[in-house]
């Protein structure tokens, strides 16, 4: 029998976490959590996740992208380039367009999956198990 | 001897002149200085290669047939207003030297002129557009974080919004199960907390606004602040008692007056108290001062908290700022009441200043300008 598949919530809002979790859980996958960009780069390692549900404002504007460039192209986390990451945020806003940039910021990667908090739930679920069926 | 300046980033020259012996002459010139130099016999060409090369200077002839110099000018400004203009002219044509400097041009070299003139008035508008990229640069970041400003305050008034929305969705989706009631009444207890903080955000946000209005410092009164402190510890002196917090004040009797308003003061000391007793540890302590000093009043509220990290202190009063740690996680806060506080001390003229160590507390020293008549 197949292990459950493994999902790593990255968030700083406690709350946000605790009702995904509950949904993804009720739909039989294991969750793990992160509520910082450290702290979700150390689960990756320890816990493998099989997809990564990514908050882009955390303790900076963009901390999610710049998580999202460091797993996909940086050496160190070469082995999970292929991970897939679906970003979330609450700022509405064509995530293509990227969010203003800061001074001296560089320009971040657009990223692969994006949803809009707060997350309509069948679409959510949906794009989890596509996600993972990849 | 030129003064080649390749090492850092060779300055571009354009010179556009229809005349090919002021052309060979001015590159002769200016390309001995260390600049790179292009020559252009008509406007039209010159144009058409500013957009890829984009040119510090430009030298142009004010007489040419075609494009003349001043239409020149108006259109390379069009491409970038802070590409510098040195227009050359004959003695005969002054008048419309006059009429490109009001176009934009930076200034005019009348023929015949030296190398010298030449070098001297190119050299000094490089300079110019150099400050004029460097304040144009400095602009762009104050405007590019003014936006990053505005998308962060957004997201976190949307955040507790957000979070309770997802609670609902998520509720309304779960399957009833004999766990659902017990997480319906935990899960309504978060929200009520996380609808709180986006009220108590938002009261802060009025504060604020109110505060940048100036209301406050249009009446200024003669304010006697050891009531406000006294009133204040005896109002939060339960708070501090469940967590055995001692609260002690030590204000002279004969303390000065301050220039202020009452209810900007009581909010003043009230944050800074209530941070005082939220950032503390149990069984800690806070001891409020207050002295005469110069021309200002100085209190001082210290605390036996967590105390804020060195990198951090300058950061602490900007809005929204908070620090995230193990030791800060389960204190709510809006991230606005010091900078409230620094704001009120600024519109009354008096300064706010702290110092702190990690583990062992906090001391926020508050200088209000005494009351002159």
Redesign the interface.
């Known amino acids: 029998m197949a292990e459950k598949p493994r999902i790593l919530i990255i968030d700083?809002?406690e709350?946000?976490r605790?009702?995904?979790r509950?949904?993804l859980q009720?739909h039989n996958y294991d969750v793990i959590e992160a509520e910082?960009g450290k702290q979700g780069l150390q689960k990756i390692r320890e816990e493998r996740p099989d997809l990564i549900v990514l908050d882009i404002?955390m303790?900076t504007?963009d901390e999610g992208y710049l998580l999202n460039q460091i797993i996909k192209f940086q050496k160190d986390y070469e082995e999970f380039k292929r991970l897939p990451i679906l970003m979330v945020?609450?700022?509405q806003q064509d995530p293509l367009s990227r969010?203003?940039?800061?001074?001296?910021?560089v320009e971040m990667i657009t990223p692969d999956y994006y949803l809009t908090?707060?997350?309509d739930?069948p679409k959510f679920l949906e794009l989890v198990q596509k996600l993972l069926n990849q | 001897m030129g003064m080649a300046d390749g090492s850092i980033s060779q300055k571009k020259i354009f010179v556009i002149d229809d005349d090919p012996v002021m052309r060979l002459s001015c590159s002769k010139i200016l390309e001995k200085e260390g600049y790179s130099v292009e020559t252009y016999e008509d406007g039209a060409q010159g144009l058409e290669h500013i957009n890829g090369v984009r040119p510090d200077l430009l030298v142009v002839d004010l007489k040419m047939p075609k494009i003349g110099g001043i239409e020149v000018i108006r259109r390379v400004h069009e491409i970038d207003v802070d590409i510098c203009i040195v227009v050359i002219t004959g003695y005969a044509t002054i008048g419309t030297a006059v009429e490109a400097m009001k176009a934009g041009a930076y200034d005019f070299l009348p023929k015949p002129f030296t190398p010298d003139e030449l070098r001297l008035i190119v050299k000094r508008g490089l300079e110019r557009s150099d400050l004029a990229r460097q304040s144009q640069r400095l602009r762009q970041e104050k405007e590019a974080l003014q936006r990053s400003f505005i998308t962060f305050v957004s997201h976190q008034l949307q955040s507790p919004l957000v979070a309770v929305q997802q609670y609902f969705d998520v509720l309304r989706h779960l399957e009833d199960s004999p766990d659902k009631p017990k997480l319906q009444q935990e899960w309504i207890e978060r929200s009520a907390a996380r609808i709180q903080e986006l009220l108590d955000m938002i009261r802060d946000w009025l504060t604020i606004a109110k505060i940048e209005s100036g209301q406050f410092a249009e009446c200024l009164t003669q304010v006697d602040i050891a009531p406000i402190i006294h009133n204040l510890v005896q109002a939060y002196a339960e708070t501090a008692a469940v967590r055995k917090i001692a609260l002690t004040t030590q204000i002279p009797p004969n303390l000065s007056l301050v220039s202020g308003h009452e209810s900007c003061l009581q909010m003043l000391f009230s944050n800074l108290i209530v941070n005082a007793i939220k950032y503390n540890k149990d069984h800690g302590r806070v001891d409020i001062t207050a002295a005469d000093a110069g021309d200002f009043v100085l209190v001082n509220v210290s605390d036996s908290g967590i105390g804020i990290p060195e990198d951090k202190l300058d950061m602490i009063f900007e809005e929204f700022y908070r620090i995230k740690s193990e030791a800060t996680k389960n204190i709510p806060g809006t991230g606005l009441g010091l900078p409230i506080c620094k704001k009120i001390i600024d519109e009354l003229g008096g300064k706010i200043t702290v110092a702190s160590k990690i583990n062992e507390g906090s001391t926020f020293s508050v200088y209000l300008p005494k009351f002159k008549d």
């Open positions: 700083d809002d709350d946000f605790i009702s995904i509950t949904l009720s910082s404002m303790e504007i945020s609450s700022i969010f203003p940039k800061a001074a001296g910021e908090k707060p997350v739930i």
